[in-house]
């Protein structure tokens, strides 16, 4: 694995040319909603009457280029495009926005000293095309989690975290690694600092079912007592969808799905959809790239369709 997978930054073979250029209304899109997404892009709003302008585009342009490639300064004429500068709400000039990732995340208005200047683009620089890092090293964090290598997805976990500390989907994923390491009470910590509009996110349930499993394991004379009731009673839907969660608490999931299954097809509407409902929850909490998931959706597709 390499030693840094986030925050490398952009390239800075960029050829000078395409550092500053002026744009309109229709190069609107490519020259900053696209090209903010490979490097941080700045959007100067000016007029040629506007007398601050005139103090700090030459200022913006200085600290751009000696930025090395590592953001990107646009210029647009308000005058001239009067519809880009009312949709992003643009009361006064000069007005800097900062792009990326196509949207705009941070700006200033008027003529700031050379100072201030170049330590917003610093702070810009080091954003990159972060979203796309961090995205990129997520997935290998899940990865490594679907291998069971867990020491490694917490390292690749902690990186992104460390760059990003809200982050809820390597928030949710570290949970699922700790689970893995068999360090509940740092797990439990970890789903509580998940704000609580975050809760229905698809990652932040899968988090929380598969620790309330780790936390609740099943007895396995439970366990035992629920087949054996079920095999005297085949058609005993409350005992068989009991089956099935303590099946899938046990780690048995292909079992529970079938006996959810089982239930759906002899009657999809029994206690109002019970079965079908709770292998819906197991989906969630298994998550949506889980083998079991994957499987038992086409299963469940299968009788919807039948």
Not at 17 to 28: P, Q, R, V
Not at 233 to 244: E, Q, T, Y
Request: hydrophobic share 45%; aromatic share 6%; glycine share 6%.
């Amino acid at each position: 694995m390499n030693d840094m997978i986030i925050g490398q930054g952009p390239a800075s073979g960029m050829n000078p040319a395409d550092l500053i250029k002026d744009s309109d209304t229709k190069g609107f899109m490519t020259d900053v909603i696209e090209a903010s997404r490979k490097v941080p892009v700045l959007v100067d709003f000016w007029a040629p009457w506007c007398g601050p302008c005139k103090q700090l585009t030459p200022i913006l342009e200085k600290t751009v280029k000696a930025a090395n490639g590592k953001v990107r300064l646009v210029k647009v004429n308000v005058d001239e495009n009067q519809q880009i500068a009312a949709q992003l709400r643009v009361q006064s000039i000069p007005a800097v926005f900062a792009f990326v990732d196509g949207q705009p995340i941070d700006g200033f208005m008027g003529a700031l000293p050379e100072s201030q200047v170049k330590q917003f683009i610093d702070r810009l620089s080091n954003k990159g095309s972060l979203a796309e890092e961090i995205a990129a090293a997520l997935k290998l964090a899940d990865e490594a989690l679907a291998r069971k290598e867990f020491s490694q997805a917490h390292d690749i976990l902690a990186q992104i975290l460390g760059t990003d500390p809200a982050n809820v989907g390597a928030l949710a994923s570290l949970v699922h690694c700790l689970i893995g390491l068999a360090d509940l009470e740092s797990a439990t910590a970890t789903l509580s600092s998940i704000p609580p509009d975050k809760s229905s996110h698809p990652a932040v349930i899968s988090a929380k079912a598969a620790l309330d499993i780790a936390l609740h394991p099943v007895e396995t004379s439970v366990l035992d007592q629920l087949i054996n009731d079920v095999a005297i009673a085949p058609d005993d839907f409350l005992k068989r969808i009991d089956l099935a969660i303590a099946l899938n608490g046990a780690g048995r999931r292909a079992e529970a799905t079938d006996h959810l299954l089982y239930v759906f097809k002899k009657d999809r509407t029994w206690n109002e959809d019970a079965a079908r409902k709770q292998l819906v929850q197991f989906f969630d909490g298994w998550g949506p790239k889980d083998e079991f998931t994957l499987a038992g959706r086409r299963k469940l597709s299968s009788l919807l369709f039948s």
